[in-house]
């Protein structure tokens, strides 16, 4: 399992949640069936141990508004941010003691709007019904909302952690790290704060990057982010401020992964060992890079 504040998942917000998992499929990830929460999103994750992929729509904006945390409204903020576009609206960071580690962020600098728990009905792979039991402390951020995180405790791991849905035909096994876009005046604000939480962070080309429990954090100018991943969706570009625009996958087998995205039909190009997927359009507006486990 992944220590507190590892990332645990980038939340993709997505206008057709049905239409992504498809995609996510014809890659050779082992997804779950489409749940909901009590506060109007659905959802579909990519489970790895420790940490997953989810992607989140809106199937009922009448409930966007409960469940608060505090001002904080987890489904109405996501709507938002869909609403200006397809990508990561907030951020999962790993936690087995959720309370304990929101007072490490808040002493850290970082806002506590709240705790929320919830359930959420699950299928498992043999058909029985389950519930799930989570609790989530928000953390907030109003200068960069794209960049809010959230605690995520999970209670009942063994309906989260399923073994037949660790398995990925592609060998995908986890998330190997992040790209954050931020230009240099928005990385004087980020450094500090993330530093706090994870301590000195490494300076690269165009920015710096962070190792967490799970996975690196990596801040880099828009150019920086192209020189790595390629062009930038148009929608990304428009949308001046920071956020999560990559996502990078560990795989156990790149010949076999390579096979997946060749039967997906999906553009993609070999780069420093890594395969970096073509048309970010096709998955929500996040740049996907596969890696080597």
């Known amino acids: 399992m992944s220590a507190s504040f590892g990332i645990d998942h980038p939340l993709i917000a997505t206008r057709d949640v049905a239409g992504l ?4 499929i014809s890659l050779g990830f082992t997804m779950t069936p489409i749940g909901r929460h009590p ?3 659905s959802t579909s994750l990519a ?15 009448a409930l966007l508004d409960t469940h608060p945390a505090d001002d904080f409204r987890f489904g109405r903020h996501v709507h938002s941010h869909l ?4 990508g990561v609206a907030l951020t999962a960071l790993h936690s087995e003691d959720s309370r304990a ?12 709007a709240g705790h929320l728990k919830f359930g959420r ?3 498992l792979p043999d058909g029985r019904q389950d519930r799930t039991k989570t609790t989530l402390a928000v953390l907030p951020d109003t200068q960069f909302p794209r960049l809010s995180f959230f605690l995520c405790q999970q209670h009942r791991p063994e309906l989260i952690y399923v073994p037949r849905w660790l398995e990925h035909p592609n060998t995908a096994c986890g998330i190997a790290g992040v790209t954050i876009r931020a230009e240099a005046r928005d990385q004087g604000t980020l450094r500090p704060r993330l530093e706090r939480l994870y301590g000195p962070v490494r300076d690269v080309q165009g920015g710096f990057e962070t190792q967490t429990a799970n ?9 920086a982010c192209e020189d790595l991943l390629g062009p930038l969706p148009d929608a990304v570009r428009a949308d001046p401020q920071p956020a999560i625009i990559g996502m990078d996958i560990k795989v156990r087998d790149m010949t076999v992964l390579a096979d997946h995205v060749a039967a997906s039909g999906m553009a993609a190009r070999h780069e420093g060992g890594a395969v970096i997927l073509g048309d970010p359009a096709r998955t929500a507006s996040v740049i ?6």
Do not use: K, P
């Not at 808040?106 to 806002?111: M, N």
């Not at 996975?215 to 150019?223: D, F, N, S």
């Open 47 to 61: 489970m790895f141990r420790g940490c997953l992929i989810e992607i989140m729509g809106v199937y009922d904006e």
């Open 215 to 223: 996975g690196v954090m990596r801040v880099l100018t828009e150019a």
């Open 39 to 41: 506060w109007g999103t």
């Open 288 to 293: 996907v890079r596969f890696q080597t486990a």
């Open 21 to 24: 998992r498809n995609r996510l």
């Open 101 to 112: 580690d929101a007072d490490r962020a808040e002493a850290a600098g970082f806002t506590v």
């Open 83 to 86: 609403q200006a576009r397809e």
């Open 121 to 123: 009905d699950v299928t």
